[in-house]
């Protein structure tokens, strides 16, 4: 059995609802469907999960809402007139998407996380119609029915574990087909809760491992995940296959075809993920499969830049012999709530790299006037414009040499390597690089390794 | 003004007082001498120090003492000899150190403390005898009455900042040379507390800073600091000059003949160290000085490997998205009182390099256990065989490009590289190799940057 999810833009029209479901019928074994909110029809278009936070917003603030909810609901409609699913049926959706603001809910936090579920509950009940038209014995599944319980905060919650002996004893027929709204859960208290944006992937990981699936497709829009950035490298080498490891060291400084938290339940269940294009199903994609006994066909699978770094250098003498030194430091960012991504240390010297997307200029200078204060450091440098390349491959994994294959070509081109980490992951090699200088250290470490 | 400091070995008989004399004598300027214990006079000899922590045992557990201090006497009785000391000057050097044992201490620390410091103290005594006995006016000051104030641990002492404005207030005349036994200061209580082995190198350079010397002269038993280890490579070259940092760095990894601590006094009161050989005190040694208007000769200063760590790799899946899970470790560490020296980290890994001379097999075991327990790791690895390779130089900074001629001679030697650290510190790159390798990296890495 297998789980496919289909992402926003495979869902975004009639059309591709159309082609959506040659896909799903082509193949028996496509019995779970996970379905995301449509998503853009054309590039001035907005999502419709963009249009629901719009619609929640303006129901928070008092203001006039009938024009949002209006374009929501046209988006269901237009798919629904496409194949002829008479508006009777339609009708329990639409005015569900209408009574929202007449819910009660414990709070803002709440209402919001339960406007953007409907995006995709709205998206798997039209589907489950749709299929039903067309003939198939299809389940619209809600993820109460279903068990799929989840703790955290209302807008990034997270699986709770009691889901797969839910999932365990949910039944279902061998004829049918399930279609399960993505991207959010049910809290203990039975209110709706969301996944971080992009949270559909995660629920069909959890399906697929709770439903022992022997494949999880994912359904998106390109043919596979590249070894590097289109944007950046010209028409960079599809990667066919690669390990679940390989995937997370990628995403982690910028591929983001496959949410990241989606990996785990994968994992956990040993399940392969296959990454595919709606338009084109006929293409292979990438398939992501467990480490074990893999056999890497390339010794790098893919290179990627993330600019959205800063790193604190700081230098002390004799720092490493005063204990709790770092102990400070953590403590230090603890108290702002800033987590740190990476600290490599000399002898003297240390150096924080941060996520620059949860600082605020303001709180770059606070942490910064802290640590002087307490840490009284002799050299204290605020490095702004930071990024970081990644360089995976599972076949660089105990080989000599890989390093200078990545650096060389660095050195040619002049680029300054400020910081290198090799070492902590046996997989990855991490090249600290100034952001203006990391899309030609990926296109120059691309070219090293997939020249021709 | 210089102080001129020697080491046990240029202080260990008859012949090389005479030759520390005339080196002091030669130079006008050479007006503060401070002491070592006598070292070996031959290779089976017993360092004094050695002697004492031995007499002070024997003491500690009731154990005839008298051959020790005897062979301890000797060594004082023979270098008076050599100079025709009257017996009876000798006497009270010689009475001291009979009668430590009916000394009242705090506790057995500070016995030890006592007993170990008296090989300087006593070797102070006896130089001024003999300068006094050639017709110089010499005079031995205690630490005491230079007020060289300490606090810590009475067998791991550090210097209270209020030494240097008793040392402001140290008065000696143009005429008179003074000397101070190294290795020990006084607490507050009026105890003596030594300094870590080999601190007489620290005495010197906190009276270089406190007498605001233009020059401190370190006599030991080699014609400079090499620029690699000479029993790893063949005739390697000397350093001639080098920054107080580059030394810093290079101590760390195992350079040794400069004691580490000892480069604050002199980095605080910007005082260049010249450390020369006593048997060839014509050649010109390494200086080191100021990073300050530096201009590197060279790329590299030195490489050195140190063979002394361990590794503990951790992997968790989705690692980096825990908050607080370095602060987790890092308590369990502080729990057992062991201080990491650097953690390189991936997105799922971590990697915390440890120094193994402070872990006992029992201890690692139980640091393993607690953090399976309290972390949970899905991977836990202990390496126990690890080396740190420093490459430094201030002709590094900012320079592209020298990372990867560190590394193609250890690809063509074909030597793993499990970690690089680069970018903490800016003159020094960070090598991780199993410690079998050190070496051979180590002469690889000299022979890229120094052939010929």
Chains 1, 2 share one sequence.
């Not at 929501?72 to 237009?78: G, L």
């Not at 066919?240 to 983001?256: D, H």
């Not at 084109?280 to 499969?289: F, W």
């Not at 709790?324 to 003297?348: C, K, Q, V, W």
């Amino acid at each position: 059995m297998k789980v496919v999810k289909f992402g926003g833009s495979s869902l975004a029209d009639g059309e591709h609802f159309a082609q959506a479901i040659n896909i799903i019928t082509a193949d028996p074994q496509r019995r779970v469907i996970v379905t995301s909110a449509p998503g853009k029809r054309n590039s001035k278009d907005t999502k419709v999960t963009d249009l629901l936070i719009q619609y929640a917003n303006e129901v928070l603030n008092n203001k006039p809402y009938q024009q949002t909810v209006g374009q929501i609901i046209n988006c269901y409609v237009e798919i629904a007139n496409y194949f002829n699913v008479p508006p009777k049926k339609l009708a329990p959706i639409i005015d569900r998407l209408k009574e929202l603001p007449s819910w009660h809910f414990p709070n803002h936090n709440y209402l919001m996380a339960t406007f953007k579920a409907h995006g995709e509950r709205s998206n798997a009940e039209l589907m489950s119609l749709i299929l039903q038209q067309q003939g198939y014995e299809a389940r619209f599944v809600t993820p109460t029915e279903a068990g799929i319980r989840v703790t955290g905060t209302p807008n990034n919650a997270t699986v709770m574990p009691e889901t797969y002996s839910l999932l365990d004893h949910f039944s279902f027929n061998d004829s049918e087909l399930l279609v399960f709204p993505g991207f959010y859960g049910i809290t203990l208290a039975g209110h709706i809760a969301t996944f971080s944006r992009g949270g559909s992937d995660i629920t069909g990981a959890i399906l697929a491992r709770g439903l022992h699936a022997t494949m999880y497709e994912n359904f998106t829009d390109v043919d596979a995940i590249y070894a590097a950035n289109p944007a950046v490298v010209d028409h960079p080498q599809a990667i066919t296959k690669m390990t679940y490891r390989e995937m997370r060291e990628l995403s982690y400084a910028g591929f983001s075809v496959f949410h990241d938290e989606a990996l785990i339940p994968a994992i956990q269940g040993n399940i392969p993920i296959n990454v595919k294009n709606t338009q084109h199903p006929e293409k292979p994609g990438t398939l992501i499969v467990p480490d074990k006994g893999f056999q890497p066909a390339d010794i790098v699978t893919g290179v990627v830049s993330g600019k959205h770094f800063a790193a604190l250098y700081l230098h002390k003498y004799l720092l490493n012999k005063e204990s709790g030194f770092t102990l400070r430091i953590l403590n230090i960012l603890a108290r702002h709530d800033i987590s740190y991504e990476h600290m490599p240390s000399g002898i003297d010297d240390i150096t924080l790299i941060l996520d620059r997307n949860q600082l605020d200029d303001e709180l770059v200078d606070v942490i910064c006037n802290e640590i002087q204060e307490e840490i009284n450091p002799d050299q204290l440098e605020w490095i702004d414009n930071y990024a970081i390349t990644m360089v995976v491959g599972e076949g660089m994994r105990n080989r000599t040499g890989v390093i200078n294959d990545i650096l060389t070509p660095l050195t040619e081109e002049n680029i300054p390597v400020p910081m290198i980490n090799q070492g902590a992951s046996r997989i990855s090699i991490m090249i600290g690089t100034y952001d203006r200088d990391a899309d030609k250290a990926v296109r120059a470490i691309y070219h090293r390794f997939f020249a021709n």
